[in-house]
């Protein structure tokens, strides 16, 4: 597949229809050129959220039953379509993790047919008040549990989770226990392991020989990019000692280091074995620190309903060094859980493309890469749309597929 036009046909196929063959496990495919239009994103000003259009973003305190958290929030819940709501990494807060992502053109076409909520962690906002000596910070169990005060709050039905490393780990938690309130997750740099007492050793030491902004570098980037000291890490150790609360992100930082394993297992795999019951899109970096994280969480999570994203030259943070190759994973992932965005794209050539709108699709004219399985248990609400009856007779069929971008 040489051809540009002949890779974009075979990744549309891929997603978008119905497969064809049985015992599919996990197909590579090699991006040469960025998937959509412009170069990649520096980080923006942060003082900036997103872009001059988008003025009508409003933030709230929420209480919860572990204490406040910082939401900001555009738009109102529309019928029973999904809110998208994030939640940053350690070490940011949703302007240093997302503005990037959010700010790119294309992305902005399709969050504009959505509510989007940004959940700060506690404590981690631009301008927080630094919290009381003796304060007992949140663990990741409750910081998941504070989530349905958010959804209750703001009138969401369910809402589709985009995390990244322990803000990934966060949404993971809350859809494993509360599964009807999520409709799907794209969890990037997510980490299902716990932290042993080697881990719990060398991050003690780490914090002894170096200053808290430059251990959380180490998590947040990967080597080539922390050696090469790249404007990119400089802009964000600068932000993150200037940004956020040292004292606040210190117990942040503790916690995601005293966090337990997901307790998450493949179906079929152990019995009664927990999973994720959402579509999830796993994404990575090459390189990345949390490289090897994601790859055992893919190895526990259903392969029906997940897709594995690899990026190649996108370092540990590719929402902010490829937010267009990331955004248009994202457009595939919505559309294969049923929401069909027809976006306008200047790469085409001829003839305009319908003017922009974000619909349902029928279960039955339907089957993609992501699709979930039926809902268990309780619970009569839609889910992401399943397989049509016509393609149960073709037997089980793996959905998992790794993709290099």
């Known amino acids: 597949m040489k051809v540009w036009g002949h890779k974009i046909e075979l990744l549309t ?18 991006e040469e050129k960025p998937l959509l239009r412009g170069q990649d994103t520096e980080l923006e000003n942060s003082d900036t959220f997103l872009s001059a259009v988008n003025t009508d973003w409003k933030e709230h305190d929420i209480e ?6 910082h939401v900001v929030i555009r738009g109102s ?69 504070m989530l349905p005060s958010v959804v209750q709050h703001f009138g969401f039905k369910y809402v589709i989770g985009i995390g990244v490393g322990a803000g990934a ?49 180490t998590h947040l980037f990967s080597q080539e990019e922390l050696v090469g000291n790249t404007e990119l890490v400089q802009s964000y150790r600068q932000q993150i000692s200037s940004m956020v609360n040292q004292y606040n992100l210190q117990l942040f930082w503790n916690m995601y280091n005293s966090r337990r394993d997901l307790d998450i297992n493949r179906p079929g795999s152990i019995p009664n074995a927990k999973t994720l019951r959402c579509p999830v899109m796993l994404v990575v970096g090459d390189n990345a620190p949390a490289e090897d994280g994601v790859v055992e969480c893919n190895s526990k999570l259903d392969p029906t309903t997940t897709t594995f994203l690899k990026m190649a030259d996108s370092g540990g943070l590719p929402q902010v060094t490829q937010p267009g190759k990331l955004t248009e994973a994202f457009k595939y992932f919505l559309q294969g859980m049923g929401y069909i965005a027809y ?51 073709m037997g089980q069929i793996n959905h998992t597929m790794e993709v290099s971008c």
Not at 13 to 30: D, K
Not at 64 to 69: A, D, N, Q, R
Not at 198 to 216: C, E, H, N
Not at 344 to 355: E, F, I, T, W
């Open 13 to 30: 196929g891929l997603l978008l229809q119905e497969v064809t063959m049985a015992g599919l496990h996990e197909q590579r495919f090699t």
């Open 169 to 217: 780990y966060v949404l993971a938690k809350f859809a494993l226990i509360f599964p009807d309130l999520v409709e799907g997750l794209v969890l990037v740099n997510v980490d299902p392991n716990g932290k042993g007492w080697i881990d719990w050793a060398a991050t003690k030491l780490s914090g002894l020989t170096s200053t808290l902004p430059d251990t959380v570098l």
């Open 343 to 393: 976006l306008k794209d200047r790469r085409l050539s001829g003839g305009s493309v319908p003017s922009a709108s974000m619909t349902r699709l029928a279960r039955s004219r339907t089957a993609s890469l992501t699709s979930a399985s039926s809902v268990e248990g309780g619970g009569n609400r839609p889910r992401a749309c399943t397989h049509s009856e016509s393609s149960e007779a």
């Open 77 to 145: 819940p529309k019928g029973n379509r999904p809110a998208l709501l994030t939640y940053h990494d350690v070490g940011l807060n949703h302007k240093l993790c997302f503005n990037t992502f959010f700010n790119f053109e294309d992305m902005q076409e399709i969050t504009k047919h959505f509510v989007v909520c940004h959940v700060d962690a506690p404590g981690q906002q631009a301008g927080a008040s630094q919290f009381p000596q003796g304060y007992q910070y949140p663990s990741m169990d409750q910081l998941a549990a």
């Open 64 to 69: 919860t039953p572990y204490g406040l958290l």
